[in-house]
């Protein structure tokens, strides 16, 4: 059994022009491996990370046949049964380290605070925790690091901490969502194999988040390519290239490649029929 | 080893300087500021078309009298040496006489001062303990019924004037109800029983153990006390409600959520830990504000508080007594300010 298994998952937002629909009718499963879902901005594809933990706040609708994790529907659990899923077993790496870390508490007080909600520990304990946790997302001096506030760190540094603070609670799976896209290229690589590391070891699922084609071709297994919230194609990473969606396609050709140059980058004209075709379904 | 010993020195140094800075910093810009206002309160003194001399010879007095005195108070000096006179005698607690009452400003201020500062810290509570909840209710639960509630009371609060208020609750809870003491800080019956020790009845009647006097005591301050704690409940609840509302929707909050956390722990772990330091900005401005005196409601109470000594002081053209109260207000001020301040340094780490 895979260990999430999303079927015909809605996100809409009602509005006074009417109800917008981000996400519309997706499935897709997740086993241990990691999951690239790619799209422009606005194809849905933050939404449905969100969705899965379901921190779409209202007005906002979530709708769906299910959200199984590992056979359990979290759309029928209790918000209290739900905050047992969150942390412990599904956790969300976000995007810039600068905003989803709170500014004002010391980092090992929101690492320690992460561990201390799903385990009934002392704080002696959770400290030490945290400090291997660091050492696990090779900080180097975690001490210090414990002791400081989130605007001394570096972008990387902030997004290695976010990682040990989400990972220090041993969930399942991990959502990442453009974890790289705040940092400078030079740290982006480093972070990742971090990242990858930790999932491999502990055997974690990961939905890989991004609308970089080439990172998420080489560093995840499979991908889902998202266009105005539906599925438009499925296919195995290291055969992105091969993909056959006009939508995928032009994404594709839109990016400058070293070992093919040309003169001139093509524009992605689109199709108003993709949008309206039905969404491919992700399972494995 | 000389030079690690060295280093170590210099790393201690280099951790105590900013904070000393800080501080000499501040201490100098309090002083630059108090500076100032002396010179615009001594400013004011001089330029007012009002005569002192005249105000204490009386008109019908002789030109010797009048000399006599126009030499004693020190006019015949140059403007800078009454400056450097007047800066002296402020600093040793010397606003001069009353030209009411004859007797020293600073005497009268200490009876008055006490009055004001029991009422304005009441009603400051009464705004903190009630607005700070509301707004931070009003954000979380934003277009509920407790958010039209919230809005609601702070508008009536901005835009009802005090002394109708003020005197609707006189009517009500004083005349119609019985339920709390009429005017005055005390009835005529509890009154000179307790010694003054801070000139706050409250804190005084505890300490002397006469809960009678207490009891009396808040059964008159309570009314005006909660009036004058609306109008700041109004001020800190939307401001409380905004900066709520602004932290609610940061990222954090999300991370905070992800971890599995309670809504609760959201929003007070979280969110409320981000704008603490905002809000002493608005409290500290908003006690300075009752601090100041509150006219109005000081007259309508019969309060004998700064305000309405400085008013009383005003229209009997009393310019010793004007001038003492304006410099001890602006000092209250600029204190509360330093105070925030140095708040911001504790409760926000990134201004270290």
């Known amino acids: ?284 | 080893m000389a030079l690690s010993e060295n280093t170590r020195e210099r790393r201690v140094r280099a951790s105590l300087a900013p904070w000393l800075k800080g501080v000499l910093v501040a201490l100098g810009s309090v002083s630059i500021t108090m500076l100032g206002l002396l010179l615009i309160t001594f400013i004011i003194g001089r330029v007012m078309p009002i005569d002192p001399v005249l105000a204490i010879v009386g008109e019908r007095a002789s030109q010797t009298t009048y000399d006599a005195v126009y030499e004693q108070l020190g006019l015949d000096k140059p403007l800078l040496v009454q400056f450097l006179y007047y800066l002296w005698d402020v600093l040793h607690g010397d606003f001069g006489m009353s030209l009411l009452n004859a007797r020293p400003v600073s005497e009268d201020i200490k009876r008055v001062f006490p009055a004001t500062l029991e009422l304005a810290t009441l009603g400051t509570l009464i705004g903190v303990l009630l607005g700070v909840p509301l707004g931070v209710i009003a954000a979380v639960r934003r277009g509920s019924w407790i958010d039209q509630i919230a809005r609601v009371v702070a508008l009536v609060g901005y835009s009802m004037p005090i002394f109708w208020l003020g005197l609707m609750g006189l009517l009500i809870f004083y005349g119609v109800l019985g339920w709390v003491g009429g005017p005055g800080r005390l009835d005529i019956f509890y009154q000179d029983i307790v010694p003054t020790r801070t000139g706050m009845i409250l804190i005084d009647s505890a300490i002397a153990g006469e809960w009678g006097v207490f009891r009396n005591a808040f059964s008159h301050i309570i009314l005006p006390a909660t009036l004058l704690g609306y109008y700041s409940l109004a001020y800190i609840s939307r401001m409380t409600r905004s900066f709520m509302l602004e932290q609610m929707s940061a990222e954090y909050i999300t991370t905070a959520r992800v971890k599995g956390m309670s809504e609760r722990q959201v929003i007070w772990g979280h969110a409320f830990r981000n704008i603490r330091v905002q809000l002493i900005t608005v409290i500290a401005l908003s006690y300075a504000n009752l601090l100041e005196g509150s006219v109005l409601t000081e007259i309508i109470f019969s309060w004998p508080g700064i305000g309405s000594y400085i008013t009383t002081a005003l229209l009997s053209a009393d310019m010793n007594a004007v001038l003492g109260g304006t410099v001890v207000v602006g000092l209250i001020f600029i204190c509360l300010n330093l105070f925030s301040d140095l708040l911001y340094r504790v409760f926000d780490p990134r201004s270290k």
Not at chain 1, 1 to 13: R, Y
Not at chain 1, 99 to 112: A, E, K, T
Not at chain 1, 174 to 191: G, K, N, Y
Not at chain 1, 193 to 207: A, Y
């Open chain 1, 1 to 284: 059994m895979s260990l999430l298994d999303v079927e015909n998952l809605w996100v809409k937002f009602p509005t006074r022009q009417g109800v917008v629909e981000a996400v519309r009718g997706i499935s897709f499963s997740l086993g241990r491996e990691r999951l690239g879902i790619v799209g422009e901005s606005g194809s849905g594809k933050s939404m449905t990370g969100r969705a899965i933990l379901r921190l779409i706040r209202p007005p906002g609708i979530v709708e769906a046949d299910q959200i199984a994790l590992e056979g359990q529907n979290l759309l029928d659990l209790t918000e209290k049964d739900m905050r047992a899923v969150r942390g412990e077993r599904i956790s969300m790496v976000m995007q810039d380290p600068k905003f989803s870390l709170n500014p004002v508490m010391r980092v090992g007080d929101q690492i320690m605070e992460a561990y201390l909600l799903h385990n009934k520990v002392g704080k002696v304990e959770a400290r030490k925790r945290s400090l291997e946790m660091l050492q696990a997302v090779s900080i180097r001096d975690p001490e210090r690091v414990m002791r400081a506030y989130p605007h001394e760190m570096s972008g990387g540094m902030g997004q290695r901490i976010m990682i040990a603070m989400m990972l220090i609670p041993n969930p399942q799976i991990l959502i990442a969502d453009e974890p790289t896209s705040a940092l400078d290229v030079s740290v982006q690589r480093q972070v990742l194999n971090i990242m990858d590391d930790l999932v491999k070891q502990r055997g974690m699922g990961l939905i890989f988040i991004s609308h970089d084609l080439n990172l998420v071709s080489e560093f995840c297994d499979r991908v889902l390519i998202m266009y105005a919230g539906r599925i438009v194609e499925v296919c195995d990473a290291d055969k992105l290239h091969q993909a056959t969606h006009p939508y995928t396609r032009g994404l594709l050709n839109s990016l400058p490649r070293l070992d093919q140059p040309r003169a001139k980058l093509e524009v992605l004209s689109r199709d108003p029929t993709w949008s309206e075709a039905p969404s491919v379904g992700g399972r494995a």
